[in-house]
Structures are given as structure tokens and as C-alpha cells.
């Protein structure tokens, strides 16, 4: 059967020349032939020069997600096979494969599928339609390459529970894919252990990206008293406690994360100096500013405060708020990480946002060093949506 044509509007397809993934419904200027939901279709620019083929759905704003840019190729089993494997082989070159993300959505050309490694488990995100089809062959195939290395995988357990199903219009899944299995996994990471909860921790039930931010920051723990905000399961503090922090707190909203932070906590042997506090941390900084607290290393890593371009304006005033509390907490001479994870919160606005907090409480920053996330999150120019993670270390210098 002859795939359905989608011809491009003259002008538009910018993101998609330029290296993206995304054709959005108001770029297409018809369709021939016939299709349903989740097909693959070909897509045409305005001349009818080939761009290569993707899958389509009318329920999303981003109409067609592009899985090759050849026109020619089919998106069979040793297509998938191919772009599975280029991924693990990547990963190999780049990171600690012990617990890593082994494919990274648009930016591993596997379009809405995400899939996370936690020593022998995998946790699978399916976030289109199109992809969704193929989500049982693909987690084969990841199992079959990795085998090859002489990787098993003993569980897979799926956490397309994300609100973007919906905007595909799909309802959300949680559950095993196979066989069923303890879903409490414990992983190793820069010599810290974790007990990582994927059936329900948050998003897929560790935030790998940060992993070689987390430590950057052991260097700077030696000896220090530090203040861990938005700690999560307590990865940032523990990297602290390991590396020899007199004394941490780690701080946190959610009782959950903060339950399974002193669980990681006993099990790295760190309970007696790395404790945790369940607390707001915009009602906690004001508090410990007004007992006098100061720390050698305050650590900023909040959630998304924006997850959208309409509401960056207020993110900006909560991401303001808690850099310069966190500010006037470090001592003179002491250090500030900070960051964001809204792709929205642009690298421009996330600096200018600094400079102001600085300004307003009278410190001078001395940037130690800038990061993204970790390189199994890769980031693919003209793909902005995979460049999400901005992360600043500082020296703190109070004004003489």
C-alpha cells in the first residue's frame, strides 16, 4: 500500500530544514492519500523536494513526528534495530551504561520514546502514537543489543503515565511489559547507592541527567556544611555526605522523597551527618536567613517551574526567589549551584535571572563552572526541546 503524501506549506518546515524532528498542523498545506492515526506517511516540501518520512496524528499539534530523512527508507525491524543500536553504541562511548538513559526521545531519532536503564531494568516511556505501535519491538530489540554485550535485562516496566499522552490522544499506561518483578531497584552512581522506586518515584524514578553535576559538585563538599534544596530521593546531598561534608541537609516537599532520601541515606552509611527535613523550601530559606544559618555549599535543583512559554514570566519570579535566598545563605567565600530543567527557561533568561538576584542582594558571583545534562541526554541542535538542563556553579563573594 502507497503511503500518504504530506506537502508543506512554501515558507514553513523551518524546525524541520534547520534539523529538528517536528511538523506542527498549521505547516501542512494538504495530504493525499489515505492514512489513519500513527501511520507513517511522506513528507514533501512545497516543490515536492522529499524530506523523508514520519508518523502522523491529527490529535497533536506536532503533526508528524520525522523518523528518517531519507525518503526511500522503510521503518521496518532493521531500521529499529539500527537506531537502537546506534544509541547503546553512543552511550557506550559517553557515559557510566550501569544506569543511564539509553534512548533519548527526538534527540536518538526515536521520536517520543524514552527509555531509562537502571542496572538490570529498563523503564520505558511511550509518549506518541506512532511510536507507541512500535513500543513492543523496540523493547525486544533494546533486550536482543544489549544482550549481545552480554547485558540482561531481568524487567521492563513502563511509565508512559505523562500528561503529553493526552495531547496525542492517548490514555496514560503504567505497568510491567513481561514478566513481573520487584519494581525497588538499587543502582550505583559516582560510588553512591540508590534504591530507585520505577513503579512510583517520579517520572521513571531517578533523575539520571544530573549525574555529572551531582559530581561536580563532591569536590566542593570536603569539610563543608551544606544545604541541599529540592533534594528529591537525596542524590545531591549524598554525593556531599560521600565526599566528606561535615554536615548536610537535604530538604524536600514531597514525604515520599524524603522517606526514600533517608532510606539511600542508611543505605551509604551517611544517616548520622546527611539528614532530611519534609518543608517548602520558599517557606524554609526565609526562615533559616532569619535564624542566621550560613553554609559553605547551598545546592538549588528545583522542578520545572514553567512547562510552558505563557507561564515563564511567574517561573521567573520563583526561580529569583529561591537564588537569592539561596544567596544570602552561603557564606563569604562559600558556593552556590543552581539550575533549571524547563526547556523554557532559556540559557539567556536562567543567566539574566542570576545577575539580577546577585544585584539585589549585593553579592558578586565568580562562575566556577557551566553544565548541561549528562550526555545520555543528548543535545541535538535545532531540536531546542532537547536542550533543557541549565547548571551554574559559583563562587559566592559578599561586597567589602
Not at 24 to 30: G, L, M, R, S, Y
Not at 210 to 237: E, P
Request: hydrophobic share 40%; proline share 2%; aromatic share 10%.
Amino acid at each position: 500500500m502507497s503511503l500518504a503524501v504530506v506537502t508543506l506549506k512554501k515558507g514553513e518546515g523551518r524546525t524541520l530544514k534547520a534539523g529538528g524532528a517536528w511538523v506542527f498542523d498549521n505547516e501542512i498545506a494538504n495530504i493525499l492519500g489515505s492514512y489513519e492515526n500513527g501511520d507513517i506517511v511522506l513528507v514533501h516540501d512545497f516543490d515536492g523536494y522529499p524530506m523523508g518520512r514520519g508518523f502522523i496524528n491529527e490529535h497533536s499539534k506536532i503533526r508528524i513526528r520525522m523518523m528518517t530523512r531519507h525518503q526511500d527508507q522503510e521503518i521496518d525491524e532493521a531500521f529499529l534495530r539500527m537506531r537502537v543500536k546506534d544509541a547503546w553504541e553512543y552511550r557506550k562511548k559517553t557515559v557510566d551504561t550501569s544506569s543511564c538513559r539509553l534512548i533519548f526521545g527526538e534527540a536518538d531519532f526515536l521520536p517520543g520514546f524514552v527509555v531509562d536503564k537502571f542496572s538490570d531494568v529498563i523503564v520505558v516511556q511511550s509518549l506518541a502514537l506512532g511510536i507507541d505501535r512500535m513500543k513492543e519491538n523496540l523493547v525486544r530489540l533494546i533486550k536482543e543489543v544489549l544482550a549481545e554485550d552480554g547485558v540482561i535485562i531481568r524487567g521492563v516496566y513502563e511509565r508512559s503515565d505523562a500528561k503529553e499522552r493526552e495531547k496525542e490522544g492517548m490514555e496514560k499506561r503504567k505497568g510491567f511489559i513481561g514478566p513481573e518483578f520487584d519494581t525497588e531497584v538499587e543502582i550505583v552512581e559516582n560510588g553512591v547507592r540508590y534504591e530507585v522506586d520505577v513503579k512510583d518515584g517520579q517520572k521513571t524514578g531517578f533523575f539520571l541527567d544530573q549525574k555529572y553535576n551531582r559530581l561536580a559538585i563532591q569536590r566542593l563538599a570536603k569539610d563543608a556544611k551544606v544545604l541541599d534544596c529540592f533534594t528529591h530521593t537525596g542524590s545531591f546531598a549524598l554525593n556531599a555526605g560521600l565526599a566528606g561534608a561535615k554536615e548536610v541537609l537535604g530538604v524536600d516537599a514531597s514525604e515520599l522523597g524524603v522517606h526514600q532520601a533517608e532510606k539511600n541515606a542508611a543505605l551509604n552509611g551517611l544517616s548520622d551527618k546527611v539528614k532530611f527535613l519534609c518543608a517548602d523550601v520558599f517557606d524554609l530559606l526565609p526562615k533559616l536567613e532569619a535564624e542566621g544559618e550560613k553554609y559553605d555549599l547551598v545546592i538549588l535543583d528545583p522542578p520545572a517551574f514553567t512547562k510552558s512559554r505563557s507561564s515563564v514570566k511567574n517561573a521567573i519570579k520563583g526561580y529569583r526567589e529561591i537564588n537569592l535566598r539561596g544567596m544570602k545563605l552561603v557564606k563569604d567565600g562559600g558556593y552556590l549551584a543552581t539550575c533549571s530543567c524547563s526547556h523554557f527557561m532559556s540559557y539567556e533568561l536562567f543567566t539574566e535571572m542570576l545577575r539580577q538576584a546577585a544585584k539585589s542582594v549585593h553579592v558578586r558571583l565568580r562562575q566556577v563552572e557551566y553544565r548541561t545534562q549528562a550526555p545520555d541526554h543528548p543535545i541535538l541542535w535545532a531540536a531546542d526541546e532537547s536542550y533543557y538542563l541549565k547548571f551554574y556553579i559559583f563562587q559566592v563573594v559578599h561586597e567589602k
